[in-house]
């Protein structure tokens, strides 16, 4: 985001009114459009609220924007003396449309991460650079010589991955695949997408955790999907409730997070597990497996995946290597019956062509290379040393205010505060103070639930944070 140069000999109000009046008339805020409040744009722009209001004056004066009582300041209809009668009304559009907007929570944290780099981040459910193989990632890069044709590649993923994946699978996940059953997309969440877009229909009834990394997706309802619950408690979902489900509600697909799951941390019972896949198969209804956090395990064994043990192909298994490696890379797989993965393919050829197959090269050089063993083990320990240093500052700071449940695996701690609290409130001062979590209502969770992600701060910030997170709390409370 543009800020004032506090160095120019321009006034900060006089940069701030011209940056609105460029914008303005590059067509960003068409006539019309809302601009921010002066208190908002003040807060963007790290700058008093009189110089947005002296900026706010400036455009005035020249009949750029207008300013009305209970309505707020917008770009005048009448600019330069013409009537825009033509204008679209981009309000409109941007309300409507089938696919929905993030959650108001989830955008609040991300316009505030993008605003302030200080704040100590346990929000963000990606590694942080000190996790990545950066180092590796940039040698391999190194290594790479084109000398053909970089144009489209298979809609279906660039066959070496796909041929590396396959290793991969067996050796680190047990699932036995060919590449013509694995599809490559641009991380989980595509998957996601595509399974709810291509393979279910509006109207149609799935069954989804609860809490879960689901509820915060607004593309289930997008798809026009009724979502039932799957209550989580410390050994996973319980199978008899998937029966109780169908025969409710006649629920056509499962979605479930079985290994560290998001955000409580629980791994699936073993029994459970061949319970479930019982129950799908006699229901006939196929399962989808988001395993992005399994090689996370702190003890070097990662729980066995329900793809593992499907003998009758019900399990479409999902993996990442967001949660491993570097979410930037945007690699994901999808291992499915070869129709599904065909029919899938054909819908992403249909959105972009396919992914780039230099991220896709990049990828397939690491799983195959000596450092990839090395960068999980050097994970794992990092991981681990994370979530001891969050949960000894939970537990110095907060000690009879939380409760919590550790976890053997993941990057996150599921956190239920004990005395009634207001998410907004508590997000709100904490953001004031310079901290930032994930509400537990963003995963379909009541009030007084937060989920700490240990894995984007570092190591010498998460004391201080767990530190402002309590002043906060506190705050809240009296």
């Known amino acids: 985001m543009w800020k004032p140069d506090r160095s120019s000999s321009k006034s900060l109000y006089q940069q701030i009114a011209d940056d609105l009046e460029r914008r303005i008339s590059y067509g960003e805020f068409p006539p019309g459009s809302l601009l921010p409040s002066e208190r908002k744009l003040a807060e963007q722009l790290g700058v008093n609220r009189s110089t947005v209001i002296l900026a706010y004056a400036e455009l005035r004066a020249l009949g750029i924007i207008e300013s009305h009582t209970g309505s707020g300041t917008r770009v005048s209809k009448y600019k330069w003396g013409v009537t825009p009668t033509h204008t679209p009304n981009w309000h409109r559009y941007v309300e409507g449309g089938s696919f929905l907007p993030n959650l108001p929570f989830l955008r609040r944290i991300r316009e505030v991460l993008q605003q302030d780099k200080s704040m100590i981040d346990f929000a963000s459910g990606e590694l942080a650079s ?39 699978l067996s050796q680190y996940r047990d699932i036995r695949t060919t590449e013509s059953s694995i599809l490559i997309t641009s991380g989980s969440q595509q998957s996601l997408f595509l399974i709810t877009q291509c393979l279910l229909t509006p109207g149609d009834a799935v ?33 008899e409730d998937i029966r109780s489900l169908y025969k409710k509600h006649r629920i056509k697909m499962i ?12 791994v699936l019972d073993a029994d459970r597990r061949i319970e479930l896949l019982d129950v799908a198969s006699e229901l006939g209804l196929p399962i989808v497996e988001d395993d992005p956090f399994s090689l996370t395990a702190y003890d070097g064994s990662p729980p066995q995946p329900l793809k593992s043990i499907d003998p009758i192909g019900s399990v479409l298994y999902i993996g990442s290597f967001s949660k491993i490696a570097a979410s930037g890379l945007r690699i994901g ?11 899938l393919a054909d819908a992403r050829q249909q959105m972009d062509f396919g992914l780039s197959v230099v991220p896709q090269r990049v990828a397939a050089q690491f799983l195959k290379s000596h450092y990839f063993q090395p960068h999980l083990g050097r994970l794992r320990t990092h991981l681990l040393y994370k979530r001891d240093l969050l949960i000894e500052a ?21 956190c239920k505060i004990i005395p009634e609290v207001n998410d907004n409130k508590l997000l709100e001062e904490s953001i004031r103070r310079g901290v930032i979590f994930v509400p537990g209502s963003v995963y379909g969770s009541d009030s007084g639930y937060v989920r700490f992600t240990f894995a984007r701060a570092r190591a010498d910030e998460i004391r201080s944070g767990i530190s402002k997170f309590a002043a906060a709390l506190r705050g809240v409370l009296c």
């Open 255 to 266: 979605f479930i997070n079985p290994n560290f799951q998001n955000p409580t941390g629980a």
């Open 130 to 168: 000190d996790l990545s193989p950066v180092e590796e990632i940039n040698i391999l890069m190194g290594e790479n010589h084109y000398t053909e044709y970089l144009g489209y590649d298979n809609p279906q993923g660039f066959v070496p991955l796909r041929e590396e994946l396959v290793s991969y």
């Open 394 to 414: 939970l537990q110095h700071e907060l000690p009879d205010l939380v409760s919590f449940t550790i976890p053997q695996g993941g990057l996150h701690l599921w």
């Open 207 to 239: 069954a989804i955790e609860d809490p879960s990394y689901c509820y915060s997706l607004p593309m289930f309802q997008s798809a026009g999907l009724r979502l039932f619950r799957l209550p989580v408690d410390d050994k996973g979902v319980r199978p």
């Open 333 to 343: 797989w999808m291992v499915a019956p070869h129709s599904v993965v065909e029919r």
